[in-house]
T-cell receptor, first 114, second 112 residues
Framework: EAGVAQSPRYKIIEKRQSVAFWCNPI?????LYWYQQILGQGPKLLIQ????????DSQLPKDRFSAERLKGVDSTLKIQPAKLEDSAVYLC????????????FGPGTRLTVL | EDKVVQSPLSLVVHEGDTVTLNCSYEVTNFRSLLWYKQEKKAPTFLFML????IEKKSGRLSSILDKKELSSILNITATQTGDSAIYLC????????????FGTGTRLKVLA
């Protein structure tokens, strides 16, 4: 079974630039999560999708962050414009359904904002 | 505010030592507590605990939940250098979005 795929693995940008991350969850998984993990901290949920609908985006900074999962499969997370404090690892995870306990994480994208 | 607190923040031990990592939580509508191991980037699942007092074991790792004390411990016996990682504790809520709330993690380094 293929795991959660993410790209790119690394990205370096300057502040005020835009960046986009892509995630392809495990086939058949209805629930998709985007987390932000700042160095020295645990993952913080940014947004949770159930199929192509948003279930929770309460911690997403909506003035600069946006995410979509149009066909209920893969997803993109965008930051526009980036700030220095957005430097972090962005993790995508998926689970079969939101009632299931186990979520599977992708390798993450390390973003550095200069 | 819901929160998960882990201690210690970091730990350095020698191979063969036994370590105990702590996780305490204040989370509304508790569903389960999960432990993850994070090497490099992607966390990998270790244990899920839902019932108090029942120990989960996998090789040299074991974990137990105390719902009265709102806490859990993760034990690693006979540590090896390959156990060096960040260990994350997460609590899942049992309502609404079934959200996971993560602690800051414990960074474990095992020296040869």
């Amino acid at each position: 079974e293929a795991g959660v795929a993410q790209s790119p693995r690394y990205k370096i940008i300057e502040k005020r630039q835009s960046v986009a991350f892509w995630c392809n969850p495990i086939s058949g998984h209805a629930t998709l999560y985007w987390y932000q993990q700042i160095l020295g901290q645990g993952p913080k949920l940014l947004i949770q999708f159930q199929n192509n609908g948003v279930v929770d985006d309460s911690q997403l900074p909506k003035d600069r962050f946006s995410a979509e999962r149009l066909k209920g499969v893969d997803s993109t997370l965008k930051i526009q414009p980036a700030k220095l404090e957005d430097s972090a690892v962005y993790l995508c995870a998926s689970s079969f359904n939101r009632g299931y306990n186990e979520q599977f994480f992708g390798p993450g994208t390390r973003l550095t904002v200069l | 505010e819901d929160k998960v607190v882990q201690s210690p923040l970091s730990l350095v031990v020698h191979e063969g030592d036994t370590v105990t990592l702590n996780c305490s939580y204040e989370v509304t509508n508790f569903r389960s507590l999960l432990w993850y191991k994070q090497e490099k980037k992607a966390p990998t699942f270790l244990f899920m605990l839902t019932s108090s007092g029942i120990e989960k074991k996998s090789g040299r790792l074991s974990s137990i939940l105390d719902k009265k004390e709102l806490s859990s411990i993760l034990n690693i016996t006979a540590t090896q250098t390959g156990d060096s990682a960040i260990y994350l504790c997460a609590v899942r809520q049992n309502s609404g979005t079934y959200k996971y709330i993560f602690g800051t993690g414990t960074r474990l380094k095992v020296l040869a």
